[in-house]
């Protein structure tokens, strides 16, 4: 049977152990998340593509067999283009893809979320899109694309200094690409 | 309440089926059994009419509590007497008990039936 | 497998829990009230995070801000209890752990405990929710690396058709009122966890979801120094346009963060759910090997209610009566709760040895080791004890292995719990001359393998308790050892100063004569 002395000092431990194990690792060991020197590209936009085919007009006829809040004569496809992205940096490929618009009917944007950590430095950047493929297209692969197939190409050169994050979004009122940093 | 009523009607015939024994002279091994039941069955019975008591907030509570409990203890006292006991104080020995049930079932339980009932 | 890894484990923690109880006692040794625990720290969490809430401002500048002036200039108050905020998360992580172990080796998660098992898994969920989220609403560069990270790892997602990580693309694209999203999501997460919390418990009667007094003025005062001398602060405020290169993790809640870097979100995704399927199957799987439940005999069940009084697991009901007898309840074991420990057994008064073995049919029973059988073992054993000072020894099979106190002067009855032994046996024993003296030993007080039956135990031989033990039944004749699996040198011992003390004491008289089992009618054939 240990003395109440004995116990207390027990206890005391008891209780400091706990303190040390969790005041500790409730913020230690630090964590080295990215070694130093490095940047970031971050491509990143939502965007829709255009109609798959062309918006056409309704006949009178078809008119007037549509209810009467029904009556619209420019009727569109639903459907939209996928996007079609490549990425350059230093004339060399970095990422290229054509992306899906989302939803069951297709008719949502296309989107993309992509990171690329550097090294800190001088590049080059070059980024081209097309957001124009028609319903009859084959084209599965962004490699069997043409330079002049792209409805948007943009080349720009940057410098990133360390611990820099610069994104890359496309927004369409804007007329094109937007870089930030 | 039929089931404590029950109850009183099959230990009573258990003490008179103890006491026919007795005089008949049966067996002590009879008499045990006898004893071991009634034992058993008084036991139970008390135990339910203490939880109709309690559920009931019964205002003698303690007072037939204790009653039970001092019945149990004087049947046990006459079960380990029996173990020890001789043949000619079998008969006081039924009579002891079966007043003492008589008698609190004309006091405490009378008092219980009037109250719950 | 599983099983020789449960042994091991229960035996580590009980190696652990002896050295706490010789410390502190079994009322303070924390890993008897490890969910108890949990509790009271979520209660600290709630009551310094309300403090925290009156101060907090949604704000992508003021979120920060506001938490550094309660850290920095009122940091006697508002930054004690931003600390107690944070150590009392990571303490309510630490027993959530430590909980869940236990409980896994000790083997209390199969059959009837499986929802007790399976409620606790959303509740892990919700905990970890409920972490991240505080560390997000700081937004110092660790809430950003959590923010970008998480949103990232959630993307992976297949039915979110906007990436959630384009909200944190730079700081244009954070706004004020991402931050009352969150501080609300703060409040709904732990709100469902209490609820969460609340259904766990259910399957308990009179579950313990507080600490023992002297256990929660300690932690709570630990705590409490830990947050003065180690003040919990914020990191460097958060920038989108920048990088975070290093940061500060808690590791009790973000311990997996670091693995989305080495590892693809997908293959984190699989880690998790396959963990939590891995949880929510574990009552199921093999070996499997259920226990008879308890029996009820309408013939002898008055429904009196004792065994429904004394289940610690709530499976015994009293329903109207459905046979011809004239009593108005009977017990109904639900075979869905039972753990077949006997308590109720133990507890019900036709569960008497004095009855006549042909007779001895309870109430309430148990298949597989039933009264009849106790009393023909206690008997039998009896008879071949000799000497002034022999005993009687009934023990629970979670505590030491009886098999060892066995001698010329000592036989042993094991039980499923020692609670299921009427204390009428007690009596009995005693009595009857069948022993000189009863020893009750089973597992660490405080520590019932079925939660209440020391408890009752204890509270039926101090008369507190029905059925209480006969006041006439002499008390220096009956000792307790509640010495757990690994205190069988102490259960020696102590049996051993026993029997000293009834050699001493003299044999058990009767009136002045000697009570000798030969004299009883039982030793003939009974």
């Known amino acids: 049977m240990m003395t109440r002395v004995l116990q207390y000092i027990g206890q005391v431990v008891a209780y400091g152990g706990f303190i040390i194990f969790v005041g500790y690792l409730s913020a230690a060991p630090a964590y080295v998340h990215l070694q130093p020197g490095q940047a970031q590209i971050k491509l990143s936009f939502s965007h829709a593509g255009k109609p798959v085919s062309e918006c056409r007009e309704r006949s009178d006829e078809e008119l007037a067999r549509l209810a009467p809040n029904m009556r619209v004569r420019k009727v569109c496809p639903r ?69 002049g197939d792209f409805n948007y190409t943009y080349s720009r050169k940057v410098y990133l200094g360390a611990g820099k994050i610069m994104v890359i979004d496309f927004n369409k009122e804007a007329d094109g690409f937007v870089f930030s940093f | 309440m039929p089931g404590v009523d029950h109850e009183h009607k099959v230990l009573v015939d258990l003490l008179n089926r103890l006491y026919e024994n007795l005089m008949r002279e049966s067996t002590a091994e009879e008499v045990e059994e006898f004893l071991g039941e009634i034992y058993a069955r008084i036991s139970a019975h008390f135990a339910l009419e203490e939880n109709i008591m309690r559920e009931q907030h019964y205002d003698q509570y303690s007072e037939h509590k204790a009653d039970h409990e001092r019945l149990l203890d004087e049947i046990r006292d006459i079960m380990d007497d029996h173990t020890a006991m001789e043949n000619s104080d079998k008969d006081k020995f039924a009579e002891r008990l079966k007043s003492w049930f008589v008698n609190h079932f004309k006091t405490q339980d009378a008092r219980l039936h009037g109250r719950l009932s | 497998m599983l099983e020789r890894t449960q042994r091991s484990g229960r035996r580590l923690f009980e190696w652990v829990e002896a050295g706490f109880n010789r410390i502190g006692g079994h009322r303070w040794n924390p890993f008897y009230q490890l969910g108890a625990l949990s509790f009271f720290f979520f209660w600290i969490i709630t009551v310094s995070g309300l403090y925290l809430y009156i101060f907090f401002r949604t ?41 869940i172990l236990r409980e896994f080796f000790i083997g209390r998660y199969r059959y009837f405990r499986w929802f007790s098992w399976v409620t606790g898994v ?127 993790l808690d590791w009790f809640y973000l311990n997996f963060y670091p693995l989305l870097d080495k590892w693809s979100a997908g293959s984190i995704w699989a880690l998790v759910f396959g963990v939590t399927l891995l949880l929510v199957v574990m009552p199921w799987l093999p070996p499997h090997k259920p226990e008879p439940v308890a029996v009820v005999d309408l013939e002898n069940c008055n429904g009196c ?32 709760l039972c753990a077949s420990c006997g308590i109720c057994v133990g507890s019900c008064p036709t569960a008497t040895p004095f009855r006549r073995a042909t007779a001895l049919v309870p109430g309430i029973d148990m298949p597989q080791l039933k009264i009849a059988d106790i009393r023909d073992k206690t008997v039998q054993a009896a008879e071949k004890l000799t000497g002034h000072d022999r005993v009687i020894v009934y023990g629970c099979r979670n505590g030491t292995d009886i098999n060892r106190l066995q001698g010329s002067g000592v036989a042993v009855i094991s039980l499923p719990c020692i609670s299921a032994l009427p204390p009428s046996f007690i009596d009995f024993v005693i009595a009857r001359g069948h022993a000189e003296g009863v020893f009750l030993t089973g597992c660490q007080q405080g520590d019932c393998y079925y939660r209440l039956g020391i408890d009752w135990t204890e509270q039926r031989i101090a008369g507190l308790r029905d059925p209480a ?58």
């Open chain 3, 122 to 248: 959303p509740l892990l969920w919700l905990t970890f929710a409920a972490g991240i989220g505080g560390y997000w609403l700081v937004w110092d560069s660790l809430a950003q690396y959590i923010a970008i990270t998480t949103a990232e790892w959630l993307d992976w997602l297949p039915f979110l058709t906007d990436p959630i990580a384009r909200n944190f693309l730079n700081q244009a694209s954070m706004s004020d009122r991402f931050f009352s999203l969150l501080s609300f999501l703060h409040i709904a997460i732990p709100l469902f966890l209490l609820l969460g919390m609340w259904i766990h418990i259910q399957r308990m009667t009179l579950p313990r979801s507080n600490p023992t007094r002297i256990l929660a003025v300690g932690t709570i005062s630990a705590l409490l120094v830990l947050s003065f001398i180690l003040p919990a602060t914020s990191q460097e405020p958060a920038n989108l346009d920048n990088l975070v290169f290093t940061v500060n």
């Open chain 3, 305 to 336: 209610g004792r065994c429904f009084d004394d289940c610690p697991f709530g499976a015994v009901d009293m329903f109207p009566r459905t046979d011809n007898l004239p009593f108005s309840h009977e017990a109904v074991v639900d075979s869905a």
């Open chain 1, 79 to 147: 459907e939209r283009s996928g996007v079609a992205v490549v990425l350059e940096v230093d004339d060399k490929l970095l990422y290229s893809d054509i992306l899906q618009p989302s939803g069951l009917k297709k008719d949502g944007t296309s989107t993309t979320y992509r990171k690329f950590t550097v090294k800190a430095g001088k590049y080059k950047i070059k980024i081209k899109l097309k957001d124009d493929f028609r319903k009859s297209t084959t084209i599965k692969d962004v490699s069997k694309l043409n330079a």
């Open chain 3, 59 to 99: 704000g992508t500048t003021a979120a920060y801000e506001s938490v550094e002036y309660l850290t920095i200039d009122q940091w006697y108050l508002g930054g004690v209890m931003r600390s107690l905020h944070r150590y009392a998360s990571d303490a309510f992580v630490v027993t959530i752990v430590l909980h």
């Open chain 3, 469 to 526: 033990l006969r006041k006439k039944v002499p008390r220096e004749r009956v000792a307790t050892c509640w010495s757990g699996p690994v205190g069988f040198a102490r259960q020696k011992a102590e049996l051993v100063s026993f029997r000293a003390q009834l050699l001493e004491m003299g044999p058990n008289r009767r009136n002045g004569a000697i009570i000798n089992k030969t004299d009883t009618p039982d030793s003939k054939g009974g």
